[in-house]
Structures are given as C-alpha cells and as structure tokens.
C-alpha cells in the first residue's frame, strides 16, 4: 500500500497531481491499494494487475474527523487496510 500525504488537495488540480503520484508510486512498488490523503481526508483506491486506478471510483473517501469519530466508519476502514488484510496480500 502507498499513500502520498499533501498539506491540501482542496483544489482540483492538487487532487489530480496527488493522485498521479500517488499512482506512479503504487505502479513502481507493485501496490495493490494506493491512497492520498490531506489535513481533511483520506481517499483510498484499488490499484488493478496493470498498475491502473480509478479516480472517479474510490473504495473508501472520508474525513479525518468522520473516521476517528464514528467506529462504523473506523471498522470499514480496517477492513480494507487493517493490519490482517495488509498480511495476506
């Protein structure tokens, strides 16, 4: 899993260029799930076999407030990249 951290992605374009980076990274790494995140959000994405993702379909996107504050969200987090799930793959 790679994560590229910005100060803002508030901006389109800043969005756009976190998640090409992002993407390079997942690609040179061989990532299955590559994510970008700021000081508001996180946003997690399922990166395919041929090093593609899809901006447009996130598998998880929530506030930093929203995830520490509600366990429902927190859970469907550790689902996707809990430490159990980070061991198999």
Known sequence: MVIE?????????????????????????????MGICDKERLILYRVDINGSANRNNPIF??????????SDIGASLNHIIGREIIKSL
């Not at 996107?61 to 509600?70: K, L, P, Q, V």
């Open 5 to 33: 951290a910005k100060l803002d992605m508030a901006p389109v374009h800043e969005l756009q260029k976190a998640f090409k980076q992002a993407l390079s990274y997942a690609r040179m790494l061989r990532a299955s799930i």
């Open 61 to 70: 996107e929530d506030h930093w407030a929203s995830i520490y504050s509600n």
